[in-house]
């Protein structure tokens, strides 16, 4: 919603709106490697609070920001201040919880946190009317050094383990994850559906409603609002569906395999620019963003308990990174179209970006389905 305001005031390209945008998800990703190891080793009350207190001080540099490059610091200090936020929460629930509920207790926190995506929407249009984007992050920085305090203070200090974690023993912990079949049969789906959600849901999909859907601002708004409501009642939805097919001896596999394939299906109707029903287009593309979360779930009853941290902030640093490369990718390709002020951008450059987006996600949905038929026949060649 503030990117035209940034736009005019400091004359960005698309490619600098998507640096801008993504280096967000580059300080975010970044963090990801330390911050398993610290959630594990400090818990996620304390993790959880002091990082929230570097977001809130990247909130107030961008907001006083006249800068290109400070802009680009501030978002780097939020991206790295809310690399914790949703770790931490999948951390303590593993900690808390009895493995069977979690992917119920993660898809209820995945719906929660979709309420700062709301909170983008109409309410942003809403501040807009009566402050710039500068006031907006100004009180976006009070707001969460004030939450940042409440979680030190209420949040009781559990952890996975009360020593210190070696070197050694870091580096064969992510040695057990990383060589595990399992994981890499989990793991390119869903970085590349959720890196693309959350490039296209954090940028771009206002610029196609707005270039090819051809709508004023409150249309855009609208639309946001509903892919909103999608990302908070998505992964609420999965939840309930996991916790019901679980009772049922159903395989969590196939429920994710087809989760992802109609998160895909959606992307080609984008694609293929089918505007008369874009309100269920996006507001289904949100609704399927975070119901990829049931990965996390997978994976966490698959593994120790005591690399909960490290398990899930590992596959978040590799989506957070491939969410950055996507962000600046598609508008990297997007400028290679001519910009008109009367109609922005061509659809075809849409069509291109998030077509190539949506390649990667349907060789990864490939991958998923085959990689236990190619497993089985190495094993029986084996044997042979």
């Known amino acids: 919603m503030i990117a035209p305001s940034l736009v005019n005031a400091f004359g960005l390209s698309p490619s600098e709106l998507g640096l801008m945008t993504a280096v967000y998800f580059l300080g975010f990703g970044l963090f990801q490697l330390p911050l398993g190891i610290l959630l594990d080793r400090f818990g996620p009350a ?49 900690l808390w919880f009895p493995r069977n509920i979690l992917p119920l207790a993660n898809g209820c926190f995945m719906g929660i946190g979709g309420v700062g ?25 009070i707001t969460t050094a004030t939450v940042a305090l409440f979680i030190r203070a209420s949040l009781p200090d559990t952890r996975s383990t009360s020593t210190p974690i070696n070197l050694r023993a870091q580096i064969l912990d992510l040695k057990e994850i990383y060589s595990n079949k399992f994981f890499w049969r989990i793991a390119p789906l869903t970085v590349s559906t959720v890196a693309t959600g959350f490039a296209i849901q954090g940028l771009w999909a206002a610029a196609w409603l707005r270039d090819v859907a051809n709508l004023k601002p409150e249309g855009v708004a609208n639309h946001l609002l509903f892919m909103a409501f999608g990302i908070i009642f998505g992964p609420i939805a999965t939840g309930i569906i996991a916790e019901a097919a679980r009772r049922r001896n159903i395989s969590l596999l196939g429920l994710y395999g087809t989760i992802a394939t109609v998160f895909i299906v959606l992307q080609v109707l984008i694609i293929f620019a089918w505007t008369q029903i874009s309100f269920f287009l996006w507001t289904g593309f949100g609704f399927f963003i975070n119901a990829m979360s049931l990965s996390y779930a997978i994976l966490t009853q698959a593994f120790p308990k005591n690399l909960a941290g490290r398990l899930n902030t590992n596959l978040n640093m590799m989506m957070i990174s491939a969410a950055f490369v ?3 990718l598609v508008g990297w390709i997007i400028e290679f179209w001519p910009f008109s002020l009367a109609e922005g951008y061509h659809p075809q450059a849409y069509r291109f970006g998030f077509g190539l987006l949506l390649s990667i996600q349907f060789f990864s949905l490939v991958w998923f389905a085959l990689q236990p038929i190619i497993f089985f026949k190495k094993n029986l060649e084996k044997e042979h």
């Not at 540099?61 to 936020?85: M, Y």
């Open 46 to 94: 304390k993790v959880q609070s002091s990082l929230l207190a570097v977001a809130a001080i990247g909130a107030a540099l961008f907001s006083v920001s006249e800068r290109f490059d400070l802009l680009i610091a501030g978002r780097g200090l939020i991206g790295i201040g809310v690399a914790g936020a949703l770790m931490s929460s999948f951390t303590a629930f593993a």
């Open 117 to 141: 995506a709301l909170a983008a929407t109409k309410p942003v249009e809403w501040m807009l009317t009566i402050t710039d984007w500068r006031g907006l992050f100004l009180l976006l920085s």
């Open 326 to 328: 996507a962000q600046y």
